[in-house]
């Protein structure tokens, strides 16, 4: 099934909200006098949340026009552009911060990502990629539990953590690390899954989607169902002398 993002920007719009264990990362990354740039930055979320707590400068560049014009919605405080990761037409060493969230997955050339980022770092600058690890695919609540038929398929689609720490290396990048954060939070409401807002749900079929969703209103009779979204954090440092 094809992604509609023309109706997917309305429904992120609607129910994504910031992972908060990976705001304060990026927040924890980011000082005043930052210059930052979120790449796929969808309807907003992160980066408008950025400069708000942290007061720096910041943009976010975005494919699809509709995820865009919703962004540019919510906050004039942010410069948003138009474009593709995989070509960054922006001037060598004008960010300390680059960043994507649930994004790298949807590029069709990582190396060529990862490549242009370094560019456009200053010199002790640093990138960040929040992606799942195939762990993480594999135990996620509610998604994989009630929609087993997307693990396969989101396990294709994302690239593995040790592939892209060596992407990472080989455009340059040092210090690379990483770390996991995670919350939790009842879900009380299907709605969101109701309306795909999770790129996955578009992936599978009508019959495997109509049978997770009838299993989560079985058990949203009982109670909140407990929801616990993860992240894989991957970090990469410019080197100040490159």
Known sequence: MAIDYARLAADYA???QAHPGV???LCRAATPASRALEVGCGTGNYIIALQSQVGCACWGIEPSPEMLSRARERSAAVEFRLGRAE???LEPGSFDLVFTVDVIHHMTDRRAYYEQT???LSPGGRVCT?????????HRHPLSTYFPETVELEL?????????????AQAGFDQIAEHTVECTYPLADVQSYRDRAFSALHLISEEAFR???ERMERDLKKGPIICTPRYTLLWGTKGLFR
């Open 156 to 168: 294709a689609r994302y690239g593995r953590i040790a592939e892209l720490r060596g992407m990472m």
């Open 14 to 16: 609607r129910h994504r």
């Open 87 to 89: 070509g960054l037409d």
């Open 211 to 213: 049978r997770g969703i």
């Open 130 to 138: 929040a992606t799942d690890s195939e762990w993480i695919i594999r």
């Open 23 to 25: 705001l304060l990362a």
């Open 118 to 120: 370094y560019g456009i």
